[in-house]
């Protein structure tokens, strides 16, 4: 079976910091795209930040959403079949709940195209 664990989340204080990880079991991350989304309390499901599939030529250069570009870094590890998105600076606007998702050979990470989700975890930045 296929499955995807984040873990990470809590109450973090405006300015702080989180690192969010998740473990992917049953597949290996090498074959997808692989990335971190969100969705705030009555809004839809959006990406926070992406590694393409590079046909196994290595990581590409990460995409990031521009509400988080320069606060947040998303890192893969092959041997451990993980990727952990550290975030910083954090603002009340990044309360979500955050969902890893991976789409097969994927180009890039949008909704409609992920083919398995996280169950997420639940991020709260509030003073």
């Known amino acids: 079976q296929l499955h995807l664990v984040e873990s990470g989340g809590g109450l973090v204080q405006p300015g702080g910091s989180l690192r969010l990880s998740c473990a992917a079991s049953g597949f290996t991350l090498d074959d997808y795209a692989v990335g971190w989304f969100r969705q705030a309390p009555g809004k839809r499901r959006e990406g926070v930040s992406c590694i393409n599939y590079n046909h196994g030529y290595g990581d590409r250069h990460p995409d990031y959403a521009d509400s988080v570009k320069g606060r947040v870094t998303i890192t893969k590890d092959n041997t451990k079949n993980t990727v952990s998105l550290q975030m910083d600076t954090l603002k009340p606007k990044d309360t979500a709940v955050y969902y890893c998702?991976?789409?097969?050979?994927?180009?890039?990470?949008?909704?409609?195209?992920?083919?398995?989700w996280g169950r997420g975890t639940k991020v709260t930045v509030s003073s």
């Open positions: 998702g991976v789409i097969w050979r994927g180009a890039t990470c949008v909704v409609p195209s992920v083919d398995y």
